[in-house]
């Protein structure tokens, strides 16, 4: 039986600290606060956006919401970012994407100011977590695959590691904070031959595919740990990730479930660095 990577126990060791981090700020004068800026109400949206007001309640960390029509314009959008990124008392951004058919992607999320940009989502931040560079912050989902894996204290350094999946959000980032890691990393893509074969080399297999249960019990080598940051919906309204949870666990030695696993870190990643730009600002 593959030891469980659970996303909650690793959450409550990283809230602990972030909880201590709020209550020294608080005492100093400083709220730590998250601008939450919603365009229309997608359920995906309100359901993450429950998830983080949750979280931010409990640790002490204030949300400051600017909800928007769907229908509004660019021009408002960029108003109201501009507006954060003036406003000293908010210390971090979560920008609902995808953006409405109407809005320019880029010019908005070049609009924040990296330092704000606590979801990793400006092109500043992405070069920092190329570049080591410490401007902006990792995405949340990217950076809550290598917290996990540091929680269960699984070694990277010198490592094989393989991730399924290379977007901006997830992939990119996780293989560069691996990276960093000292892990050997190799990034797999739609076009990649021979999936089975790179995903069973690994010592650490990371899937971000977006595809429901595409990985099965041949991608998987025994002793492998594997991290599953898909999340779906199957036929009986059950969540499920990429990974075929059935066929991987008996063979991997470790494995983050869905639910369970990458998902439940992500606020609180979130809410740590919303903490740590807050501790910037004194
Ligand atoms: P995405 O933007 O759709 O990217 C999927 C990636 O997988 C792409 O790079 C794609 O390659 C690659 N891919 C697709 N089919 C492949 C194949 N047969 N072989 C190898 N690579 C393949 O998805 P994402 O935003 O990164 O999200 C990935 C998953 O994570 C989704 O299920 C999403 O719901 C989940 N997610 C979870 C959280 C969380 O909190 N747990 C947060 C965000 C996302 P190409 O580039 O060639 O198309």
């Known amino acids: ?12 060791a990283m809230n602990e600290k972030t909880a201590a981090r709020v209550a020294a700020l608080t005492a100093a004068g400083v709220v730590p606060t998250l601008a939450v800026v919603r365009m229309g109400a997608r359920e995906d949206d309100l359901s993450y956006e429950r998830g983080v007001m949750n979280r931010c309640a409990k640790l002490g960390i204030q949300v400051k919401h600017c909800l928007m029509e769907a229908d509004a314009s660019q021009d408002q959008l960029l108003e109201v970012i501009r507006d954060i990124n003036r406003d000293n008392s908010i210390h971090g ?54 917290e996990i894996l540091d929680h269960y204290g699984i070694p990277l350094e010198g490592k094989r590691v393989t991730v399924v999946g290379r977007s901006l959000v997830v992939g990119k980032p996780a293989a560069m904070l691996l990276d ?7 990034i797999c893509n739609s076009r990649t031959r021979n999936l089975p074969e790179l995903c069973r080399q690994a010592d650490v297999l990371v899937v971000a595919m977006g595809k429901r249960g595409a990985i099965g019990g041949d991608c998987v080598a025994p002793g492998q740990v594997v991290v ?22 008996p063979v991997a ?24 730009a807050a501790g910037k600002g004194i």
């Open 93 to 146: 951004c979560l920008l609902f994407r995808p953006l409405p058919a109407q809005i320019n992607d880029k010019a908005v999320r070049e609009a924040l100011a990296p330092e704000k940009d606590v979801d990793g989502i400006t092109d500043a931040s992405l070069a920092g977590v190329f570049t080591g560079s410490g401007v902006g912050y990792a995405p949340c989902t990217a950076q809550a695959c290598v």
């Open 180 to 186: 960093r890691k000292n892990a050997t990393v190799t």
């Open 1 to 12: 039986m593959a030891l469980l990577l659970k996303g909650g126990e690793a959450a409550a």
């Open 253 to 276: 030695a470790a494995i983050t479930p869905v639910p369970g696993g990458v998902g439940a870190m992500t606020t609180s990643v979130l809410a740590a660095h919303v903490v740590e």
């Open 228 to 249: 599953d940051v898909g999340i779906h919906t199957d036929e009986n309204g059950k969540l499920c990730g990429d990974v075929r949870f059935a066929e991987a666990e």
